[in-house]
């Protein structure tokens, strides 16, 4: 037997690049009001509430009522991704590395776009003539999952008083939960297989539908990763009983999470119409190629009716 044949021994490569798991892309952004300008800010109007009033005789004075009038501010900031290969990167690889990297800018821009809009639906808006007033969420849109007289676990009574909040608003248009995969887990374990909620949640768990009580359920990490206490600055204090808002009651932990009910029309999205998305060489750089994408973006809340902020234990 001829022992220098391993000399020969070939190691093989795929030519295909595996994408390790991730969130592919912007998940929140369709559900949001798209709005494209030019500049660093843009300003959009708002209109409260018409009250009527009851004629009180014959031939009275037309009535000259005031109506609110107030508005919201969208900054834009610059978002970016770019790498560089080198010339002998693309002689000496299998690969044509250009394509699977201008893939992975795209789903990093997407996933910055969500954390904008989920910044913009918890955080204070930007309020005024001239966006230099601000509006927080207010605790009357936040509810803490509650049982047994303690902060709990996601639950299903936190699902019915966010919509509560909302059907009081009379807030219209489809209804979402953004949440992290441990809001559905403890979903599902908090509701007793004797429960007319048990079959239907943990269908939504297992995926074979995604609405419950009226909300579009829409998995995103990037809130998972969130603490209630970063949004609530004012000091959320909930009543042990129905989770509402109640003053001098129990206090959100440090460690507490967040999920968010939102209509999404209820935040702006604005972007600048200069995106990029360029694979190019670059003479300055010995002539590697460079793949670059940026998107000029921002987000407000414009109705604080159309967010609610459930808290949940971690």
């Known amino acids: 037997m001829n022992s220098q044949i391993e000399t020969w ?3 093989q490569f795929n030519a295909n690049v595996y994408q390790l798991s991730q969130q592919r892309g912007s998940r929140l952004a369709a559900l949001c009001r798209n709005e494209e300008f030019t500049g660093k800010a843009e300003f959009f109007d708002r209109l409260g509430l018409a009250t009527a009033v009851d004629k009180v005789g014959r031939n009275t004075d037309t009535p000259n009522l005031d109506i609110a ?31 699977e990297y201008s893939i992975a800018a795209q789903n990093a821009l997407g996933r910055k776009m969500d954390a904008v809009i989920i910044d913009a639906a918890l955080s204070a808006a930007r309020t ?5 007033g601000s509006q927080s969420l207010g605790n009357a849109q936040k509810v803490a999952s509650v049982s047994g007289g303690a902060l709990d676990y996601a639950n299903v009574q936190a699902l019915r008083k966010a919509k509560l909040i909302m059907d009081m608003n009379e807030v219209m248009g489809q209804r979402v939960i953004v949440h992290g995969a441990d809001f559905l887990e403890a979903l599902l374990a908090s509701t007793q297989v004797t429960s007319s909620d048990f079959n239907t949640v943990k269908a939504l768990v297992q995926g074979e539908l ?3 009580l009226g909300f579009k359920f829409i998995h995103s990490e990037l809130v998972s990763s969130l603490l209630a206490t970063n949004y609530n600055s004012d000091t959320f204090l909930y009543n042990t009983t129905t989770g509402l808002y109640q003053g001098a009651a129990t206090a959100v932990g440090g460690t507490d999470k967040v999920a968010i009910a939102m209509v ?6 604005g972007k600048n119409p200069n995106s990029i998305a360029r694979v190019s060489e670059r003479e300055d750089k010995s002539y590697s190629m460079q793949v670059y994408a ?3 973006c921002g987000a407000t809340r414009m109705e ?5 902020q459930i808290i949940y234990k971690a």
């Open 294 to 296: 940026s998107i000029d």
């Open 264 to 269: 999404g029309d209820g935040i702006i999205l």
């Open 9 to 11: 021994r070939v190691n």
């Open 128 to 132: 005024g003539e001239d966006g230099s």
């Open 304 to 308: 604080e009716a159309k967010v609610v």
């Open 69 to 99: 009038h107030s508005r919201r501010m969208v900054t834009t900031t610059t978002r970016e991704w770019g790498t560089l290969v080198d010339r002998k990167d693309k002689v000496q690889n299998i690969h044509n590395p250009e394509n």
């Open 210 to 212: 995604d609405t419950f």
